[in-house]
């Protein structure tokens, strides 16, 4: 390695892409088309970025397998800022098994947490969290023992665990502070924002407010006995609608109704409402959108609050009054419906445009678990509204909004629910 190449390799590694292509913008010799492909990349530029590392990975030889490696890495990490989740993961998986062949142990290591990373956002979180356990932070620099405490951050929100997510990020923030890189820096203090901002709202007995992510862990893993003191400070005798999840539950019994929408959306117009019932006409009218309820409205509704009945099983039944349904928990002294903070048809899709970057259809089909023509529906839909917009045509385009000014959106995305 010549002595601009090494200049310019700490540049980058110190978060100056700019230094680093005055040593090298002039060359296109390999190793100075992979370094400026990770400099354009660090400087926003994923289309132009991507082709240099291409590039630099034909220019190697057939002798340079950790170099060709490294290109894919630096591949894969565009990839992943840029939401191109459809990226081969088994190139980046392959790359892995190189450097570690070779001894690259540290850049085998960031491979790893890149991987890490595109897992949770996908919301296979325990595959993420068993990549994260086979790693050892402490034999790594500080860059990279920041990213790793940013991915263990990652796992700790989507399993609502507030304490376990501060204190990674505490130690992330740490290690950043160690690298001295200001861009790894502002990523960290993004997420400790994010913390700090409303998660979700609690709704009970007419009234709604917003509550941290560490209220929501408290709401739902509550060791607490007692009566509540207050309805909106719910205590472990409370049933609990979760909007965010589709799941409800109390001290005994958990009952997930994600595939069953029809039931869910029965049971939480009924919680909101709790202790009072709810008209039949509203059920109809906010459960089957229909804007005037006849005969086989009100079969179709006795139908499905049976399924609701049998569903419940021992967690709360659903008595017939004069004019409607109301909710009887039968272990429970309090009712409470936890929702998101942003709500609404299209709130899942929000909550990933909600971080700042743009995003394909295809890339939100494969997160979401939809097909993408009806991504695209709700994407045409958003921007109808002006919620979001669009950059770039055809293949290339991408989708984005800024961030929903306030809220915090890690109960949007996905991931298991946990008792």
């Known amino acids: 390695m010549d002595a601009l190449i090494a200049t310019a390799a700490r540049a980058l590694a110190a978060g100056d892409p700019l230094g680093a292509l005055d040593r090298v913008a002039l060359r296109d010799d390999a190793p100075a088309l992979a370094l400026r492909g990770i400099a354009m990349a660090q400087l926003g530029d994923f289309v132009r970025a991507k082709a240099l590392l291409r590039d630099a990975a034909r220019g190697f030889g057939a002798k340079e397998a950790v170099a060709r490696a490294r290109c894919v890495v630096a591949e894969a990490e565009i990839a992943l800022a840029s939401r191109d989740l459809a990226w081969p993961a088994k190139a980046l998986d392959a790359a892995t098994a190189t450097l570690d062949a070779h001894g690259d142990r540290v850049n085998a290591a960031h491979a790893r947490y890149l991987a890490a990373r595109r897992l949770l956002l996908i919301g296979r979180i325990d595959e993420a969290e068993r990549r994260l356990a086979a790693l050892d932070p402490r034999l790594f620099p500080s860059a990279l023992r920041a990213a790793h405490e940013l991915v263990v951050a990652g796992v700790a929100l989507r399993r609502l665990r507030s304490r376990a997510a501060h204190a990674a990020l505490a130690r992330a923030a740490r290690a950043a502070r160690e690298?001295?890189?200001?861009?790894?820096?502002?990523?960290?203090?993004?997420?400790?924002?994010?913390?700090?901002?409303?998660?979700?709202?609690?709704?009970?007995?007419?009234?709604?407010?917003?509550?941290?992510?560490?209220?929501?862990?408290?709401?739902?893993?509550?060791?607490?006995?007692?009566?509540?003191?207050?309805?909106?400070?719910?205590?472990?005798?409370?049933?609990?609608?979760?909007?965010?999840?589709?799941?409800?539950?109390?001290?005994?019994?958990?009952?997930?109704?994600?595939?069953?929408?029809?039931?869910?959306?029965?049971?939480?117009?009924?919680?909101?409402?709790?202790?009072?019932?709810?008209?039949?006409?509203?059920?109809?009218?906010?459960?089957?959108?229909?804007?005037?309820?006849?005969?086989?409205?009100?079969?179709?509704?006795?139908?499905?609050?049976?399924?609701?009945?049998?569903?419940?099983?021992?967690?709360?039944?659903?008595?017939?009054?004069?004019?409607?349904?109301?909710?009887?928990?039968?272990?429970?002294?309090?009712?409470?419906?936890?929702?998101?903070?942003?709500?609404?048809?299209?709130?899942?899709?929000?909550?990933?445009?909600?971080?700042?970057?743009?995003?394909?259809?295809?890339?939100?089909?494969?997160?979401?678990?939809?097909?993408?023509?009806?991504?695209?529906?709700?994407?045409?839909?958003?921007?109808?509204?002006?919620?979001?917009?669009?950059?770039?045509?055809?293949?290339?385009?991408?989708?984005?909004?800024?961030?929903?000014?306030?809220?915090?959106?890690?109960?949007?995305?996905?991931?298991?629910?946990?008792?």
């Open 179 to 419: 690298a001295g890189i200001p861009a790894l820096r502002a990523e960290v203090d993004n997420a400790l924002l994010a913390l700090r901002k409303p998660a979700a709202r609690v709704i009970a007995r007419g009234e709604q407010r917003l509550v941290l992510l560490d209220e929501v862990e408290k709401l739902l893993a509550s060791n607490e006995a007692e009566q509540p003191a207050h309805p909106m400070q719910p205590t472990q005798r409370t049933l609990i609608v979760d909007a965010c999840r589709y799941a409800i539950h109390d001290v005994n019994a958990t009952v997930m109704l994600a595939s069953r929408p029809v039931l869910f959306a029965l049971a939480r117009l009924l919680a909101e409402a709790w202790p009072d019932d709810v008209p039949r006409d509203t059920l109809i009218a906010r459960t089957f959108r229909a804007k005037r309820a006849d005969e086989s409205h009100r079969a179709r509704l006795r139908v499905e609050i049976g399924r609701l009945r049998a569903a419940l099983g021992t967690l709360a039944g659903v008595g017939a009054t004069q004019r409607g349904f109301v909710l009887e928990p039968r272990h429970a002294g309090e009712v409470v419906v936890l929702a998101p903070p942003v709500d609404g048809e299209h709130a899942a899709v929000l909550a990933f445009l909600a971080d700042g970057e743009s995003w394909s259809s295809s890339a939100l089909a494969l997160v979401l678990g939809a097909s993408q023509r009806t991504v695209q529906r709700a994407l045409d839909s958003l921007a109808a509204a002006g919620k979001v917009q669009p950059v770039g045509d055809g293949r290339a385009r991408r989708w984005m909004t800024p961030p929903a000014a306030g809220f915090a959106t890690a109960l949007l995305l996905p991931a298991p629910f946990h008792s």
